[in-house]
């Protein structure tokens, strides 16, 4: 697509934008009575309009009916807390490419990494070591750490990361493969992000799955074995469209307050491939995770839910659960591909304003089949004056010490227009900065 910096080619976008109504069905921040050009979705999404009415129908029914709501609904359309999970399957499933018993909603992301963490990481003697990302969110690598130690092995020695190639913080998939060849001898597992939280590079999760299932088949001689591999969906659910089934991942966790806005510390979810649902895999187990129609014989001896269910441990948060299911609602009923669509477009827009600023670099790769919804501005000098002018002129982004900003339309809710006035802000900026000197 040609841009051009203009904010009447920006309205003309916007007019003819299929998701433009969705903006209307979310809360904008507002200060001093002025909305806000709200960036950071990738960090936490906007309030859906439905959100309060969620969360009070189930108050209500807490109100009205007290422990009663397991079991019943005050109204017979709704769904009693039960199997309130279930509400929210067909949605996610769509949304991660899945099955709906591949997914489950619960907890957070990193309690999720380490119940899987304790299924998926298998080592054996031979077989113990872990591949992943330098980089990678820091949360992830504690929990790889824990896991590790847990087993009485080494972390130094166990898990190998990928870096970035010298002067380069982009991750090249040549060299995960690379990495992967030499090391599938050894190795137990392979965990890492989809979407680099940080430089917004967008990994092909597809090519990796595929790279590990051909050194598993390729055998030479021995017997055959699995490497599970795994991925850390927290900035790419409901940014970039998903096959998790079909590109045969085994295993994966998100959270949903980022592109999915299910509020502060929603509800996260978990994915399981249906090739592992009959494996019986030991598990730090609960009785959520019991057989749903048994559970409630309270027997000793854990047996399993089918599928992703079966990761369960605690009672639901029925609260969270119904932000959650209200703003997957629209996601899904938006669909990934019309928001692919429209946020490779803002994003493009976006570099595109971006381009002429030549302070500006961006982490993010130019290539937008390797990037979401965030571009990541290095801006060596005078970063954070930058950032706090934005911040000003009311664009909220997010600052990342030391030199990086980081913006995010995201395609629900932002417009063409928002995504110029963040080249009129940085106009005025660096006008101001070289009329000063
Ligand atoms: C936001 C984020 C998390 C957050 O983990 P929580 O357990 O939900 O706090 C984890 N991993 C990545 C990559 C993230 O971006």
């Known amino acids: 697509m040609m841009y051009e910096n203009s904010l009447d080619f920006a309205r003309q976008l916007d007019a003819n934008d299929p998701l433009r109504s969705f903006r209307e069905r979310f809360h904008s921040p507002r200060q001093a009575g002025k909305s806000l050009i709200y960036l950071c979705g990738n960090s936490l999404g906007l309030q859906p309009k439905t959100a309060r009415e969620a969360l009070e129908r189930e108050l209500d029914t807490w109100q009205n009916l007290g422990v009663e709501g397991w079991f019943h609904q005050a109204e017979a359309t709704e769904q009693p807390w039960l199997s309130y999970h279930e509400s929210c399957k067909a949605d996610l499933a769509q949304i991660v490419g899945a099955e709906p018993s591949e997914v489950c909603p619960m907890n957070a992301l990193t309690v999720n990494l380490h119940l899987l963490l304790a299924s998926f990481y298998r080592p054996t003697e031979k077989r113990y070591k872990i591949l992943t990302i330098k980089g990678d969110f820091p949360s992830d690598q504690y929990a790889l ?31 995960i493969q690379h990495a992967l060849a030499e090391h599938a001898d050894e190795l137990a597992l ?3 992000s989809g979407l680099n939280y940080y430089t917004g590079q967008l990994y092909n999760m597809a090519a990796i799955t595929e790279t590990v299932r051909q050194h598993c088949r390729r055998g030479n001689g021995r017997s055959q074995w699995d490497i599970p591999v795994g991925f850390d969906l927290a900035h790419a659910i409901g940014n970039v469209p998903l ?29 399981v491939h249906e090739k592992h649902h009959d494996k019986n895999l030991p598990r730090l187990a609960g009785w959520w995770g019991y057989r749903e129609d048994e559970r409630f014989a309270m027997t000793p001896g854990f047996v399993p839910a089918s599928g992703a269910d079966g990761w369960q441990v605690s009672t639901p948060n029925i609260l969270a659960l119904a932000l959650h299911r209200t703003s997957l609602r629209i996601t899904a009923e938006a669909g990934m591909t019309a928001l692919r669509q429209k946020s490779q477009r803002l994003t493009g827009f976006l570099a595109h304003i971006l381009a002429p600023f030549t302070d500006i670099q961006l982490l993010t790769p130019d290539d937008p089949n390797q990037r979401g919804s965030q571009l990541s501005l290095l801006v060596r000098k005078d970063g954070k004056v930058l950032f706090q002018h934005l911040t000003a002129q009311g664009i909220i982004g997010d600052w990342r010490e030391p030199d990086c900003i980081r913006l995010a339309p995201a395609p629900l809710y932002n417009s063409f227009e928002d995504v110029w006035r963040v080249g009129e802000a940085l106009t005025q900026f660096f006008q101001t900065r070289k009329e000063g000197v």
Request: hydrophobic letters at 40%; aromatic letters at 12%; proline letters at 6%.
């Open 190 to 192: 392979v965990w890492m």
């Open 145 to 175: 750490e824990t896991h590790v130690k847990h087993r009485g092995l080494n972390p130094a020695d166990t898990i190998i990361e990928i870096a970035p190639r010298p002067n380069d913080r982009l991750i090249h998939v040549t060299d």
């Open 243 to 271: 096959q998790l089934h079909d590109w045969g991942v085994d295993f994966a966790t998100w959270c949903s307050y980022k592109y999915l806005n299910g509020g502060p510390g929603a509800v996260s979810g978990v994915f």
